[in-house]
């Protein structure tokens, strides 16, 4: 048994608290309130390799472990959950299909792009009628002179419609009872994207609707074989799965962070509201809880970096961080009393943040059901 | 050329120094001193794409190989340490003589520090290296360019700027005005294990035990105080009227 993150794992937690610190808390609040993509931190991001950060180094990544990953992602969500967001989906539900079921030359085509984050990537597997039911897909690709001819919609599309976005990987129905996944670069003609929606949080983070009419792909943008659709996108969300229970754990670090700053600086009745053991408890709690919740993310990481079979860990460590991360922001901001409502306060912004890491890449019940199957249910 | 970088690993938080042994506390986690990442931030610039080697150099105990890694996944090609128990508790002295042996090992033609260090705040150390290996030495360099044999520096005074240059081999210590320090890539931060990391004992070096350490140090720390507190100061708690509580405490005091 060996607790010990590695050198590297170390000096990647100390470089992207860093940045985050010096880069991304000074504008964070500003991009959620004017709801603004973070091209230039994404471009920095780019230019520190960590828009590639487990792609391997071969096809223009930083070839760095899951574990590793994992850090970076909770580094940015203690700051801000956009940025965090925007690298988590690019990296572990747009690039990732392509790296895993591409074919040598479709790697060549398009990891180098977005590895280096010159191209984002998206993943685009809800519709409107299609949500924890993902193989309800109703959005058809018919093969027509060796073309794939795709008709239907995506609903809340992560990253798909920003400026540098690359390309979609969409699940379709290719034949009868049959799903697989296919490549679309963006411009392609029949492929549009709605304007960005309006969300609750996340607001720097691109969601679109996406609806293609008679939008021709080659045939050649297949990603593996025909008809393993289904299998292909749960193996990417069992990885999606430990990149949003990192952000659960990185979400609930910065907001205890927050709340622990607030309450030895905040007085009432004569002292630091830190020093009424109410508060106290809840500190201790929370802090308990976040290292509970990052035991679990770094082991599913760590199962996943070992070859192991991981899926239990992540869909447990994405159950119970969504769930902690949502006891630490409310604790959070009951600490800060009234000035956690207001805007200008950070963990107003936590706050909002919260609530999609319980549904997104999986509802909290949809892991239950997950992990109910695991235990042979 | 050959550029070797003095870096410190200092304490990070707040515990800076342990009341016992009136020593740096060197328990907890520690960092590359950031006055240091400007130097080394300057070596890589004059690197750039060249064939000049950029060597890392610190004293400190084996845990300051974090500060030499860091400074490596920058983009330094080797890193140097001397660790010995026996030079724990160098004074100025002590440190500069055991700096200055690890360098007249390396010979490089130029040796950057930074302008002090963050936790003892010294900013002496590179004068007495400078001195021990007879070089010239440019302080609180703000620009700093090499041309053939000649290194020239813009200098920040209080008084404006002065231009100096001095024939290599020369020390520089540069201000943190320098530049702004790179982050570590993350490709650079997995290469960094794969260079060469050397790890140098006083032995090693040819410095007898007695010249290093508290044995060689002749200043001994007898006592650490907080500065005295403020007697007349006066909070002033927001509760809407601050500012103008502000403006009336400046003009009694006649300043505005
Ligand atoms: C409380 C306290 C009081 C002290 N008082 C004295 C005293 O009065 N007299 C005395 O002689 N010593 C004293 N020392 C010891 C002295 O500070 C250190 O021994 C010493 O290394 C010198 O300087 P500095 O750390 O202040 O470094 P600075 O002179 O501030 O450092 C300048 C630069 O030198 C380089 N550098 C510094 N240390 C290292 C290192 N270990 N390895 C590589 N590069 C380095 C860095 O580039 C740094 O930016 C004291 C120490 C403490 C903790
Ligand atoms: C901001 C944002 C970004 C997103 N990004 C992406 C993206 O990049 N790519 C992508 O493909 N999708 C994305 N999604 C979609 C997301 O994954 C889905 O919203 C999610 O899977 C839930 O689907 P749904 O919204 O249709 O909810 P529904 O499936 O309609 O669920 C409604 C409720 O019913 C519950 N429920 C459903 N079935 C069961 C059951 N069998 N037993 C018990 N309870 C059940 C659910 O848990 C939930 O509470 C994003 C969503 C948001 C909000």
Redesign the pocket.
Known sequence: MNFELSDEQELIRKTVRDFAESKVAPVAEELDREARFPYEIVAELAELGLMGLPIPEEYGGAGGDTVSYAIAIEELTRIDSSVAITVA?HTS?GTMPILLFGNEEQKREWLPKLASGQGLA?????EPDA????GATRTKAELRDGQWVIDGS??????AGTDISACVTITAVTGENEISNIVVPNGTPGYEISAPMK?LG?HA?D?RELSFHSCAVPEGNLLGERGRGFQQFMEILNGGRISVAAMGVGLAQGAYDLALGYAKERRQFGKPIAEFQAIQFQLADMATEIDAGRQLVYKAAWLKDHGREYALAAAQAKLFTGLLSNRVVNSSLQIHGGYGFMEEFAISRLYRDQK?LE????????QR?VIARHLGL | MKIAVCVKHVPEGTSRIDPGTKRLDRAGEGALNHFDANAVEEALRLKGDSDTEVVAVSLGPQKALDSLRKALAMGADRAVLVSDDAAAGSDLVATSRLLAAALAKEEPDLVLFGQQASDADGAVLWAAVAERLGRPVVSQAMELSVDGGTVHVKRQTEHGYDTIEAPLPAVVAVSDAINEPRYPSLKGIMGAKKKPQDVLSLADLGVDAGDAGEAGSRTTVLALGDPPARADSQKIEDDGNAAQAIVDFLAEKRLI
């Open positions: 989906a539900l998206a993943f685009g597997l809800t949500g924890s039911d993902a995506k609903i809340f599309i992560t990253n969300k996340w983070s969601t999609i549904i997104g890449e999986g509802t909290n019940e949809v059901m």
